[in-house]
């Protein structure tokens, strides 16, 4: 590390407010957004007349929601002032910082779409990109090019989020991280976690190759006690070297899957394996790696309330539905200072859960785990919407299965599906299980039932021959005129 970068290093450690929470702390992550509401709450005397108190030692969820919409109205302002994108939308719209209180008024905003930051993201820029710190470029599961911003304060919080994430999680600066996302992905998180674990002092080690020995190597020869990485990636892995050793005896603490969504049966499989807990992650390019943390009780990823806002709506007809329910989540940007995003729909399906949550955190309402992108759905039989995970659950509690790959094609007016599977024991038994398990998907057994499905096929592949493919690709829809 040259002097440049360890001063950066410092610079960046000092200003962590991760660094305020008491090692004592039972809920770092919920702890570290009531640091940032009373701090607000300080500062700004309106904050304080909306939340009626004169101190905030004790942040309730009311005062957490007043404090969420004092941030909007503000990003909201800074947005107009600063981002082009935002000074003609808002007037076009009609609408002003002042003209959001309640949590119903946000429905006055206007909804921004990824398409329109694919098309022009420096339109979106509040800053000159002369004054970026840094700037990372996405192709996306559909294939736009989108450009966020980072300038010095935008990383910092988000390192911010990452510490106090790691902190939630259990890490000390006793453990070390391991690494594995494939090189497969579209930007490359390893970079920026190994970054956040050097800013924070953590150890950490990095090994995206798909060998599963230099992996074990690594996993070994950094002393790893946690590990992040796909799941399905992170199961392959596991596949290949269970069968060398027992993976208890390497002492890892806990998993966090990240990237993709988890599906409970490869969880269960994994924690019986390596014998330790795995949490979910939940992050987007747009706003950052660690959006949303599972907690021990894993009922739900405790959300980043301090920088983000989240909603989830009705995707047809964009107004607010209640908590618990599914539909499309739509992030806001509480502090950004270049890539501002209000009201950003990320085509991803998932529901909020309110508080408390069984861990004791008592205002920080929850995401439940999300399902998968809008974008990554197909339809089957009588518009029936089918998605990866709903596959990975059945089909990876079978612990012999290493990856898989669906085509859909059609004879007809039926829809086949077909499965290519790679696993260590192609037995007929396997086949039958994995055909009655799919069968019994309510998805394809109302499709069935119509008979505008056929009962699905599998076909085996030789073990070691399935190429590793991201969730994104899992499903390849063959069908010719499909609507
Ligand atoms: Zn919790």
Sequence with gaps: MGIW?????????RRLLANM?????????????????????????????????????????EDFDEYQLFCVRKQMKYAEENSPYYKDKFRNAGVRPEDINTWDDLQKIPFTEPTDLAKDSMYFYAVSRTKLAREFTTT???GHRKFIGYTVNDLVSKIDIVASALKDIGMTGEDSLHIMFPLITAWDPSVIMAGACKILGYKSSICSDPDAEKQLTTIKESKATYIIGVPSFIHRITTLTNKIIDLKNLGIKKIISTSEPLPESLRHSLEEIWGCKVLDVWGITEFGLACAVECDSQNGLHTDEANMLFEIIDPETGKHVPDGTFGELVITSLSAECSVLIRYRTRDIAAMLAPPCKCGAHFNRRLAKPKGRMDLQFKIGMGHKIYPILFDEVIFSNKSIVDYQLKITKNGYKDILTFEVETTTPTDALKEKIINDISQITEIKQGLEEDLVDIPKITFVDFGTMQYTVKAKKILDCRENFD
């Design 140 to 142: 996306g599961t559909t």
């Design 5 to 13: 970068e360890a001063m950066k290093t410092f610079i960046i450690r």
């Design 21 to 61: 929470i008491s090692s004592e702390c039972k809920h770092p992550l919920e702890e570290w957004m009531a640091i940032k509401a009373r701090m607000t709450f300080k500062k700004n005397r309106e904050l304080r007349k909306r939340i009626g108190k004169n101190k905030l030692e004790e942040v309730t969820r």
